[in-house]
């Protein structure tokens, strides 16, 4: 562990997470948020858990993305709030 | 409203902060759990199970019945998915019209670039659910990179693409397939004399395996299941998603 990494990581990622909670555009939101769970990947592996990174890296910043894009894709890409 | 939502929040999260002193000290040798639960797993694993992962062997093996009811939430998950948004008859649906309508030509470069690539892609999945043995993986990530081949082929292609490869129905089928791997897998366990999931007992059907061979055997079968599974549901969920449960030509 490395802290100036670590802290580095965990700017970006409370940046990441506030970006994509405020923005009203939502497909950027969906593209910050995979954004977002890479970051938290990076943080896993820094901290040693592999396992969880690279389902992190999968999951997170992979499918899920897709998902949110498809959603945004066939409903609205603006929010009302 | 925003007040009140904003009041929810903060108080629930400073309840959940005041729970977090009750916990012991982060890394402290004293805590119950690294005087009696992780040393075991951690020395025992390679003579218990042969299986040098500490990660695969609790998730598969000592914890198999979280993971197992694990990978029943995904495919309930992708089962609730397609009972809501799949949709048999023809009639057009004018809810939701997407913003962007116009059809994108199909791109050459990226076509090309994907027919190149998913065979590896699919080969990586397979390496990483084989090697959850030794190496950072398993069943769950392999998985999701095996459907992430398909989805990136009906994204790059159309859905009908994808579909031409593993068919709805095929699709669904695997996704019980997979769970019935792994609860059939536990299952047998109970039939030859011991507890569910219990894979010590494999050794009598799988030829010239040791009782800890027996284990790692067992354990990359319902690896196998779990990545069955997760591969179909992932397919599934993003094929309801990008044709809005009709089926036709996606994104």
């Known amino acids: ?81 | 409203m925003k007040a009140i939502g904003l009041i929810t929040v903060f108080s629930l999260g400073m309840a959940l902060f005041y729970a977090t002193i009750d916990f012991p000290p982060w890394a402290d040798p004293q805590s119950p759990a690294s005087l009696h639960v992780s040393p075991h797993y951690i020395q025992e694993t390679m003579k218990e199970t042969d299986v040098s992962n500490v990660v695969t062997s609790v998730l598969a093996d000592y914890r198999g019945f979280d993971t197992m009811f694990e990978t029943s939430v995904i495919f309930t998950a992708g089962i609730a998915v397609i009972l809501i948004l799949r949709k048999y008859s023809k009639k057009e649906d004018e809810k939701f019209l997407p913003e962007v309508s116009e059809e994108a030509e199909p791109d050459i470069i990226i076509q090309t670039v994907t027919r190149i690539i998913v065979p590896f892609i699919q080969l990586f999945a397979l390496y990483v659910i084989a090697h959850g043995h030794h190496s950072p993986g398993g069943g769950f990530q392999g998985g999701v990179i095996l459907g992430a081949s398909f989805i990136l082929l009906a994204i790059s292609f159309n859905l009908k693409a994808m579909l031409r490869r593993i068919s709805e129905r095929k699709d669904i089928l695997l996704g019980g397939i997979g769970l019935l791997i792994y609860s059939g897998i536990g299952a047998l366990c109970v039939l030859l004399g011991a507890n569910f999931l219990n894979y010590k007992v494999l050794h009598l059907i799988i030829p010239e395996a040791s009782q800890v061979e027996a284990r790692s055997y067992g354990i990359l079968g319902v690896e196998i299941g779990v990545a069955i599974a997760v591969m179909a549901i992932m397919i599934a969920i993003y094929a309801n998603l990008s044709s809005d449960g009709k089926y036709d030509k996606g994104l």
């Open chain 1, 1 to 81: 562990m490395i802290w100036q990494f670590d802290l580095i990581i965990l700017a970006l990622v409370v940046i990441s997470a506030i970006a994509a909670i405020t923005i009203k555009d939502l497909l950027s939101a969906g593209v910050i948020l995979g954004a977002y769970s890479f970051l938290m990947c990076l943080l896993w592996t820094e901290m040693g858990a592999v396992d969880v990174a690279f389902t992190e890296a999968s999951v997170g910043a992979g499918v899920s993305t897709v998902f949110m894009i498809a959603a945004v894709y066939k409903t609205t890409r603006r929010t009302k709030d």
